[in-house]
């Protein structure tokens, strides 16, 4: 029995670790966005200004589709780690 509060204890601290990193990867995903923003922003300026073809759309487009794999994948991972701290419980 002894044996077995342990197994958990340990099982529910490395959970605990996992949580905590999850939410340390939060801020490089914040990041991400921040830069994803800002070059954006300077690209569809840049091209408004110029009065040229809207080429932006693109990179915002497809790196917008990184950005949200990136958030996918973090919250993904978190609901994983606390229904599996829920269920030691």
Known sequence: MEEENIRRVVREEILRRELRRVNDAYKGF???LA??????????V??????????PIFPIVFWGAGVLVHFSCLSVAKRSVEKELESLK
């Open 46 to 55: 840049f091209v408004l200004l110029r009065e040229g073809f809207f080429w």
């Open 35 to 44: 830069i994803y923003c800002i070059v954006n922003a300077a690209f569809s």
């Open 30 to 32: 914040y990041i991400h």
